[in-house]
């Protein structure tokens, strides 16, 4: 009998996307880049909200997150070189890429489209940096990496 043992078990528990690994939370990805060495985080919101709205801080586990936007601040025009970028920052394709954005939704595109670019683990930081709205419309009340505390810091 053969018996395989995973990398890391808390991403073999996570079902998988639709079109890339699957959807993670904050406190998950963190688990993850704990566990395993090869985990990658990259933030792809802008560089406005990098700056105003702080990032995360990897320096406790001795990683850097890799900052790439998916789109292009002030526009949004989408970012047609992020794949590039992506690559051009070291980022391997057989590695643990989590991707994280304001809430979820950029980053699930880019999980997407990196898998379909070749990546193999490629997970959505669905509650991302800053979580839900709250009653009043605001977020970094209602989960993300913030409010799960999470390590992050801002210049």
């Given at each position: 009998?053969?018996?395989?043992?995973?990398?890391?078990?808390?991403?073999?528990?996570?079902?998988?996307?639709?079109?890339?690994?699957?959807?993670?939370?904050s406190k998950q990805a963190w688990e993850i880049l704990v566990e395993?060495?090869?985990?990658?985080?990259?933030?792809?919101?802008?560089?406005?909200?990098?700056?105003?709205?702080?990032?995360?801080?990897?320096?406790?586990?001795?990683?850097?997150?890799?900052?790439?936007?998916?789109?292009?601040?002030?526009?949004?025009?989408?970012?047609?070189?992020?794949?590039?970028?992506?690559?051009?920052?070291?980022?391997?394709?057989?590695?643990?890429?989590?991707?994280?954005?304001?809430?979820?939704?950029?980053?699930?595109?880019?999980?997407?489209?990196?898998?379909?670019k070749g990546y193999k683990r490629c997970f959505n930081v669905s509650?991302?940096?800053?979580?839900?709205?709250?009653?009043?419309?605001?977020?970094?009340?209602?989960?993300?990496?913030?409010?799960?505390?999470?390590?992050?810091?801002?210049?």
């Amino acid at each position: 009998m053969t018996v395989l043992v995973a990398s890391s078990p808390t991403e073999d528990s996570i079902p998988p996307g639709e079109g890339y690994a699957g959807e993670v939370t904050s406190k998950q990805a963190w688990e993850i880049l704990v566990e395993n060495p090869n985990g990658v985080l990259v933030d792809t919101r802008t560089q406005a909200e990098w700056v105003f709205i702080g990032v995360p801080d990897l320096r406790s586990i001795d990683r850097r997150t890799v900052f790439v936007p998916w789109q292009l601040f002030p526009r949004m025009q989408p970012n047609s070189e992020f794949a590039q970028q992506i690559e051009a920052a070291g980022v391997k394709r057989d590695s643990t890429v989590i991707f994280i954005c304001r809430s979820g939704n950029r980053s699930k595109d880019a999980a997407i489209a990196m898998t379909a670019k070749g990546y193999k683990r490629c997970f959505n930081v669905s509650d991302g940096f800053e979580g839900d709205l709250d009653g009043n419309r605001h977020r970094g009340t209602r989960g993300g990496w913030k409010v799960a505390g999470l390590p992050w810091i801002q210049d």
